[in-house]
């Protein structure tokens, strides 16, 4: 068997212990998975409905390193995919940074 097997064209399908099958999943830092109130961060120039986000700490980890998510600096913050309700959720919790 060989072929790389790109499926690049296809619809991405996230497959959510929540929600079921999702399409248009984005990725979120592992403190926001879980977090409440860590700041909402993401990248304004993306025009998917779904950017993917982090919060304040990997936002100041992301500056320190250079300004951009390297692979290094992803694995790092522990980039986790989710479903566009789940992502939707996420915001809306963590949006209104707690002091
Ligand atoms: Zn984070
Ligand atoms: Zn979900």
């Known amino acids: ?5 790109n499926s690049n ?11 079921g099958e999702a399409r248009e999943p984005a990725f ?19 025009d998917d409905p779904h950017p993917d986000a982090w919060c304040k700490a990997c936002e100041r980890l992301r500056i320190d390193n250079g300004g951009d998510w390297t692979e290094a600096l992803t694995k790092q913050v522990n980039i986790q995919p ?3 309700s789940c992502y939707q959720e996420i915001k809306e ?5 707690i002091q």
């Open 28 to 46: 979120v830092c592992e403190h926001l998975l879980h977090g409440t109130g860590r700041g909402f961060c993401f990248d304004r120039a993306d």
């Open 93 to 97: 919790r963590n949006i209104a940074l």
């Open 1 to 5: 068997m060989s072929g790389e097997g």
């Open 82 to 84: 989710v479903c566009d």
């Open 9 to 19: 064209t296809e619809t991405k399908l996230i497959s959510c212990g929540r929600h």
